[in-house]
T-cell receptor
Framework: QQQVKQSPQSLIVQKGGISIINCAYE??????FPWYQQFPGKGPALLIA?????SEKKEGRFTISFNKSAKQFSLHIMDSQPGDSATYFC????????????FGGGTRLMVKP | DGGITQSPKYLFRKEGQNVTLSCEQN?????MYWYRQDPGQGLRLIYY?????DFQKGDIAEGYSVSREKKESFPLTVTSAQKNPTAFYLC?????WGKGQYFGPGTRLTVT
């Protein structure tokens, strides 16, 4: 059972555009929602994260929007750059279950120059 | 230079052989995790350990074994019982409650 659903599977954006990746979850016990960026052949790197009591978090060009009532959250990449081309994973974590992460299926982003 | 190291980066084995993947961290993190990633797929949890000498099965533990004799080390053995062992294996660690997980560079295992 996939507890975190991520869309789209792939995304092509022009340089300077906005990339938007969406995730939806089912388990209301999730406590923390990180996003990871993964380049080919590398391990995922923690990009930005949000707690469910916050509706938005911004770090540079990256913003997480969180809608607790809809059980949805999204990553916005402003002024997208070719160097942002990577696979992005949303995830959800439960503190009282050993900090277990449940991952979305991933979005492969390509930013065209 | 703190971080998580995994070795080797690429590993080739014949079918029927057990193989052990190394994961070491010098971040003083209590919790460590092993994930498997198949091409174009997300990450699936194999095993995790929250403290030395203790570990728990994840979603896909069958055919794998682990040990946690030291805080810094969490090796994963892929046994011959694992039906489809070819994959990208990722190790991660976490400092505890409310903290994210940090990943190593991964080991790509190919079994033929």
């Amino acid at each position: 059972q996939q507890q975190v659903k991520q869309s789209p599977q792939s995304l092509i954006v022009q340089k300077g555009g906005i990339s938007i990746i969406n995730c939806a979850y089912e388990n209301t016990a999730f406590d923390y929602f990180p996003w990871y960026q993964q380049f080919p052949g590398k391990g995922p790197a923690l990009l930005i994260a949000i707690r469910p009591d916050v509706s938005e978090k911004k770090e540079g060009r990256f913003t997480i929007s969180f809608n607790k009532s809809a059980k949805q959250f999204s990553l916005h990449i402003m002024d997208s750059q070719p160097g942002d081309s990577a696979t992005y994973f949303c995830a959800a974590l439960t503190y009282n279950a050993g900090n277990m992460l449940t991952f979305g299926g991933g979005t492969r982003l390509m930013v065209k120059p | 230079d703190g971080g998580i190291t995994q070795s080797p980066k690429y590993l080739f084995r014949k079918e029927g052989q057990n193989v052990t993947l190394s994961c070491e961290q010098n971040l003083n993190h209590d919790a460590m995790y092993w994930y498997r990633q198949d091409p174009g797929q997300g990450l699936r949890l194999i095993y995790y350990s929250q403290i030395v000498n203790d570990f728990q099965k994840g979603d896909i533990a069958e055919g794998y074994s682990v040990s946690r004799e030291k805080k810094e080390s969490f090796p994963l053995t892929v046994t011959s019982a694992q039906k489809n062992p070819t994959a990208f294996y990722l190790c991660a660690s976490s400092s505890g409650w409310g903290k994210g997980q940090y990943f190593g560079p991964g080991t790509r295992l190919t079994v033929t």
